[in-house]
């Protein structure tokens, strides 16, 4: 399913975001940037080691990346030329809501700053994190159409999505943005 909004496009799709060919995929994260497992493992296993010592020395320069907030690799042999790491919130933590919308934008912000014109958001938090697919779907789509209605060098955003359910989840709640 495709949206216009302000002449640029979220799709969604039901794909393996390590497939899609796009200038920055949007890789779930925990805040040491170790990729172990889920989005972030198979990203790391498909573009290769260099994401994970880039991330590495991210953090060693940087810090931890808190939740809320996101940071910027190469993508390896991935299809794509960057990995924006966002740190989205674990289910309990407290704010919750307000950490995913700013995971987002700060995906999108540091997007503009590599003047990326495609970007591919998996459903950030809702995997081991265990926050809910359907107030992933209004926080994320409603961050992202916002964000396109202002100036931007992103045209297209995907949301890579991981199996039916996720999709007509995140299908109902676009066909309800106007």
Not at 101 to 121: P, Q, V
Request: include cysteine; proline fraction near 2%.
């Amino acid at each position: 399913m495709k949206k216009k909004i302000n002449n640029k496009s979220i799709e969604l799709l039901i794909k393996d975001i390590t497939d899609i060919k796009v200038d920055a995929v949007v890789n779930a994260a925990n805040s040491r940037l170790a990729h172990g497992g889920g989005v972030a493992g198979a990203i790391v296993r498909k573009g290769g080691s260099i994401i994970q010592k880039e991330s590495n020395e991210w953090v060693k320069e940087n810090g931890i990346v808190a939740a809320g907030h996101a940071a910027i690799t190469s993508a390896g042999s991935l299809p794509a030329k960057y990995v924006i790491h966002a740190v989205g919130p674990r289910m309990g933590e407290g704010n919750e809501d307000e950490k995913l919308k700013r995971a987002t934008l700060s995906s999108l912000k540091i997007a503009d700053e590599y003047n990326i014109g495609s970007i591919a958001f998996p459903a950030i938090s809702t995997g081991i994190f265990g926050y809910p697919v359907d107030k992933c779907a209004d926080i994320m789509l409603s961050t992202v159409k916002n964000y396109l209605n202002k100036k931007t060098s992103i045209k297209k955003i995907f949301f890579c999505l991981f199996g039916n359910e996720t999709y007509k989840i995140f299908k109902k709640r676009l066909t309800e943005i106007t």
